[in-house]
């Protein structure tokens, strides 16, 4: 299924304005049709597979689906967890545009008790295993599940609940340690992590189990609270789907105050307010979809799309500063919504959950 995505952007400019973007849905509604069906198809490819495995011996070789049965296909783990969490959002959102049964016949052979418990056993026994970004997207997943009011989701959330028991645990032992933060364009980006985070931190804590909220707010502060002037006309990396600094504000929008994020964010990016620095504001350039490196690309232009649009969200209605990154972020899906479907698999296996969170919001 082709999609004009032309259309659709000018169709999405029109509803949206400077003082409020308008309710999301409507744009959902718009893509879920074409992204449904081509998500459950790559959560349930298996090959070819990026299988990040640490072998323990000659005859540990085991196969992507004998190792994670939940989250085999997508060709790594972390894409098929933000993959299942897009599946799960248009469910929740725009159910009547597509074929939902297809869909929660997926959900419902992936997210099993059994499929679940193999999963968490595995990050348990590997600690390491996807840190922080799988982890990130795993409690964002769980999230979407705790917050949907459906009955299969009830029964989901319990079957995921090992899994994000796991990775909570794992965080809060590994946050205390983690001196310094990662600032780079990928996976191994910190900031991404912690925000990918919140959401479920926020949870616990409405249950009674304040540690990881409290533990993130925390360290996001003295990781982040006195940065200033940050060099982000180095950016963009070539193989970045992440902005360094784009996370940064994306997080500390998170677990700061509303006064006290806008005086974070005047040190932190105070060329914002006349759109420098410039490379921040222009959409990368993708010379090859096919490269999985080079078609990272695609994604970070989606990503600051996202959180360019987040923030016209955040900041007060008239602030001089929104003319510019309501351009930008209109700019940069511009630039690679066209890719999300129908473009290599080293793209659709994937980002299909960045144009989700740009048209949906976290």
Not at 1 to 24: C, H, P, R
Request: with cysteine; proline share 6%.
């Amino acid at each position: 299924m082709v999609y004009d995505w032309k259309e659709f952007l000018t169709f999405a400019g029109n509803i949206v304005s400077i003082e409020n973007f308008q309710d999301a849905k409507i744009n959902l509604v718009q893509a879920a049709p074409v992204y449904a069906p081509a998500i459950i198809r790559v959560v349930q490819q298996e090959y070819p597979n990026h299988l990040q495995h640490v072998c323990t011996g000659p005859d540990d070789r085991p196969t992507p689906r004998e190792l994670h049965p939940a989250f085999y296909g997508c060709f790594d783990w972390h894409s098929s967890v933000e993959m299942h969490w897009v599946l799960i959002r248009l469910l929740r959102w725009a159910p009547e545009t597509f074929h939902q049964a297809a869909a929660r016949a997926v959900l419902e052979a992936h997210l099993t008790e059994t499929a679940l418990l193999q999963e968490a056993r595995y990050l348990r026994a590997r600690r390491g295993f996807e840190r922080p970004y799988g982890w990130g997207w795993a409690l964002t997943l769980a999230h979407e599940l705790a917050v949907w009011e459906d009955e299969l989701s009830t029964k989901w959330l319990a079957a995921f609940r090992p899994l994000a028991d796991a990775i909570t645990e794992l965080m809060l032992d590994w946050l205390p340690k983690a001196t310094y933060p990662v600032r780079v364009g990928m996976h191994s980006n910190s900031a991404f992590g912690l925000a990918r985070s919140l959401p479920w931190a926020r949870y616990l804590a409405s249950q009674g189990d304040e540690r990881l909220l409290t533990s993130i707010q925390q360290i996001a502060l003295r990781w982040y609270g006195e940065d200033r002037d940050y060099p982000a006309h180095y950016e963009p990396g070539g193989s970045d789907f992440l902005s360094p600094a784009l996370t940064e504000v994306d997080l500390m929008s998170l677990v700061l105050e509303r006064e006290a994020f806008f005086t974070w964010l005047d040190r932190f990016l105070p060329g914002l307010w006349d759109g420098y620095p410039r490379s921040l504001f222009q959409p990368a350039h993708v010379s090859d979809a096919r490269d999985g490196q080079l078609a990272h690309l695609h994604g970070l232009n989606l990503y600051r799309a996202f959180v360019w649009k987040q923030l016209c969200e955040t900041l007060p209605p008239g602030d001089r500063r929104i003319t510019h990154l309501e351009a930008a972020s209109r700019a940069h899906a511009q630039a690679s919504m066209d890719a999300v479907t129908g473009s290599d698999y080293m793209v659709e296996h994937w980002l299909a959950c960045y144009a989700t969170l740009y048209l949906s919001g976290a």
